[in-house]
């Protein structure tokens, strides 16, 4: 990108609020750019007659015909095609995606090159709904699941320990000699650390949960030949290990977890009383209060940091509403998938997207089959094409892409009026269809066709008014903000088609011209302002990372260490 390519695109980068609509530039389209009337032609005629411009086809494939007369070496995209008796061709385009140029051209008498030029929108399919399936994926490795364990582990309260437990205190009857009934009574439980393992295994998770430098302190009241005693007790060891298996499922749009299998082993651990030592504080008693109170301590510990781990990964789920270049949209997951493997976790996500708008039925779309394994990756972000496009479209609908700057109102610094060496400079914007993002090799490129320039220069050294139609893309650039992707444009290619202009020059001419000075940058303009968010991860923040394509060519992959 040249200097002048570069300080345009700034230029139009201050401007990009909404400051028009779609009216403003209506009449001007790809079809007011052809060989014109073929009385004033010499006969020469150039058309395409379909498909019309800026419509939407289903398929793969587009069937293009037209009428091409007085003309010689006759192409559509560059193919050569034959011209029957009339005039008239049809010719069909194969593996087109996106936002696709239809171009055709022929050469006149005079070895002149006329041409005519649209664009339509080509998918497979169209969708109705705003439901997005699998619009977002999110995966951890076990090291990952170590880092949320953790973190809910330091989440451990003593004091709410000692609640739960409490309220659970276990009966249970031990023989041994004259010991009847007893009843345990815990009035307390501390420990001073608490440190986690997580992995994966037979399709679940398994947790073991560690309390350090445990303390447990309470009273056992027991029954001698039917007369009570009070007995004051003391558990204390240096560290308390509890496990159990996590089973996953989905409850309303939400990961629900649950225990199973839970266990308590407590090394060297010692037990004092004030009384009955030598009955209570046998290693038989214990085994059997550790037998009772046990299982109640570990369920208790699991029914603290579960909820954690839950609303941890529920957490994904919170996008809410988000702006984006002046248009609120509300974006909400919903978890509708999972996988457990030997590597780690990973969770589908259906996104809804709500723009307040009745969107249609012509919402790009493309077969997401997607799949994410965080294999050597503490964390993964799948986001998929289908989700960008949406947003697109979303921000379309509400007229985003319609914009106008001017050096009048300062939406447009002065430096613009020396491109043109005009007096003020102002360029209105308006885009027929929705941009789309597609995969071209092994890279994602966002595609625009039918943009509306009109652009003012008074005084200006070329003339006054120019009007263009352009289409073009450009390599999609993704990097990671403060959880959010941020959208960037990078190797700009636009083709622009004079429509109307007093520059003094032919179409093609001023095609070139404009070229030349305004180059890309309007493209790259129109989506500096686009974000899409991420979730709050609140073990790791989504501020840096790996960026890549997934394998089906259809999302986007954020991998974090």
């Avoid at 007659?49 to 995209?77: C, F, Y």
């Avoid at 990964?313 to 998938?337: F, K, R, W, Y």
């Avoid at 092994?442 to 220069?457: Q, Y």
Wanted: hydrophobic letters at 45%.
């Amino acid at each position: 990108m040249t200097s002048t390519q570069t300080l345009f695109l700034s230029i139009f980068a201050l401007g990009c609020g909404f400051q028009g609509s779609k009216s403003d530039l209506e009449g001007f389209g790809a079809d007011d750019a052809g060989a014109g009337d073929p009385s004033e032609n010499g006969g020469v005629e150039l058309e395409i007659s379909s498909p019309a411009a800026n419509t939407d086809i289903i398929g793969d494939s587009v069937v293009v015909t037209g009428v091409a007369k007085q003309l010689e070496d006759v192409r559509v995209n560059g193919q050569p095609i034959t011209v029957d008796g009339a005039g008239q061709f049809s010719v069909t385009l194969s593996d087109m995606v996106g936002v696709e140029a239809i171009v055709l051209t022929g050469v006149d008498d005079d070895g002149e090159t006329v041409s005519e030029r649209l664009a339509v929108r080509v998918s497979e399919y169209w969708v109705e709904r705003q439901i997005i399936d699998k619009g977002l994926m999110f995966s951890m490795d076990n090291e990952g699941l170590g880092m949320v364990a953790d973190w809910a582990a330091q989440q451990l309260d003593p004091e709410t320990l000692t609640e739960m437990v409490m309220e659970s205190n276990p009966v249970f009857s031990a023989a041994e000699g004259l010991l009847g009934s007893v009843v345990v009574n815990i009035d307390a439980i501390t420990f001073s650390t608490a440190a986690a393992l997580v992995r994966t295994t037979d399709s679940h998770l398994f947790a073991e949960y560690t309390l350090h430098d445990l303390v447990v302190t309470g009273q056992v009241d027991v029954g001698v030949l039917g007369m009570g005693d009070t007995i004051a007790i003391t558990l204390t060891a240096a560290g308390a290990s509890v496990s159990g298996d996590i089973d996953l499922g989905i409850d309303d749009g939400k990961i629900a977890l649950s225990v199973s299998n839970t266990a308590i082993t407590v090394a060297a651990f010692d037990l004092q009383t004030d009384g009955f030592q030598d009955i209570l504080e046998s290693n038989r008693f214990k085994d059997a209060l550790l037998a009772e109170v046990g299982p109640v301590m570990s369920a208790e510990v699991f029914d603290m940091v579960l909820p954690l781990i839950e609303g941890h990964i529920n957490g994904l789920t919170n996008l809410g509403v988000h702006e984006m270049m002046g248009a609120e949209i509300d974006i909400q997951p919903v978890v509708s998938g999972f996988e457990v493997s030997d590597h780690g976790l990973s969770f589908e996500f259906d996104v809804s997207v709500d723009a307040g708008l009745n969107l249609g039925g012509d919402i790009f779309q493309q077969p997401n089959t997607a799949s994410l394994d965080a294999q050597g990756q503490a964390f993964g972000i799948l986001v998929s094409d289908n989700l960008i496009n949406i947003l697109l479209h979303s921000l379309w609908v509400q007229g985003a892409f319609d914009t106008r700057f001017s050096t009048e109102d300062d939406t447009l610094t002065v430096l613009a009026n020396n491109l043109f060496e005009s007096t003020e400079t102002s360029a209105s914007t308006t885009l027929a269809m929705p941009p789309v993002v597609v995969q071209e090799d092994g890279v994602a490129v966002i595609s625009i066709g039918g943009l509306v320039v009109a652009l003012e220069t008074p005084d200006g050294e070329l003339g006054d008014i120019a009007h263009f139609v352009i289409d073009g893309s450009a390599n999609l650039g993704l990097g990671i903000g403060d959880c959010e992707i941020l959208l960037g444009m990078g190797d700009v290619v636009a083709n622009p088609v004079a429509l109307e202009t007093d520059w003094g020059l032919s179409n093609p001419e001023a095609a070139a011209e404009l070229n030349a000075r305004l180059p890309g940058a309007v493209i790259g303009a129109l989506l500096s302002g686009m974000t899409v968010p991420l979730p709050d991860l609140r073990v790791v923040g989504a501020s840096e990372g790996e960026v890549s394509r997934s394998e089906d060519g259809l999302s986007t992959l954020i991998l974090v260490d």
